[in-house]
């Protein structure tokens, strides 16, 4: 199986990419898959023109995006890709801007041929609220007749006013391990 993961956190090896990190384990223990991973921060990912270019021709797919950069290995990778995971810090109530533009980009492949028939993840950390994002994920999925996961882990505690390291929840850990095997298995059965 082919998966994609984007990561939209600036903290390498934090709370998400943690997340990240134990799904693919519990992918790993129903067999071999290829994995490719993009940092949106390590990335040079120039904003989406919208209106003011339309290169792509608007729709979803035909021209692809007439700006070279980072994205133009995003838009195969994404095309050849059976789960696609997006990891992401939850930052002023939506995913942070540098996987945001990275998405925004991906106006250019809104189709079938990149968006349908795959299972989408969505590996969350957050410190008060998550639901815009499996709101947003869960319509495009629905859209293109794939299948939309998602989890999120509460890094912070609202008592005490402090941020929980990821590795002390280990409730959360075994969940995105436990999603990891389960979308392995059902996927390839
Ligand atoms: C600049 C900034 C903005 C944040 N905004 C939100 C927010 O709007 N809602 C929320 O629930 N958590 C918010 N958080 C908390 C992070 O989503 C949370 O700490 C997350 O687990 C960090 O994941 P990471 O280690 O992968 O970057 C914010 C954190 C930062 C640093």
Redesign the pocket.
């Given at each position: 199986m082919r998966v994609l993961v984007l990561h939209g956190?600036?903290?390498k090896g934090?709370?998400?990419?943690t997340l990240a990190e134990r799904f693919l384990a519990g992918m790993a223990e129903e067999g071999r898959h290829e994995v490719r991973h993009f940092y949106a921060i390590d990335m040079n990912i120039a904003h989406c023109r919208g209106a003011a270019c339309m290169g792509c021709g608007g729709d979803g797919g035909s021209a692809g995006c007439v700006v070279q950069d980072d994205m133009q290995a995003v838009y195969p990778a994404l095309r050849e890709a059976d789960v696609v995971v997006l990891?992401?810090?939850?930052?002023?109530?939506?995913m942070t801007s540098q996987l945001k533009t990275l998405l925004d980009r991906l106006e250019a492949a809104v189709s079938p041929a990149y968006f349908g028939g795959k299972d989408f993840v969505l590996l969350i950390?957050?410190?008060?609220?998550?639901g815009s994002m499996v709101e947003w994920l869960n319509r495009i999925t629905r859209a293109f007749g794939s299948r939309c996961h998602s989890m999120a882990?509460q890094?912070?505690d609202p008592e005490t006013d402090r941020?929980i390291p990821?590795a002390e929840s280990p409730k959360c850990l075994e969940e995105a391990f436990a999603l990891g095997r389960q979308i392995a298995a059902s996927c390839s059965s």
């Open positions: 956190s600036a903290r934090g709370d998400t990419d990891a992401t810090p939850m930052f002023w109530g939506y950390g957050y410190r008060h609220y998550y882990c890094t912070y941020d990821i």
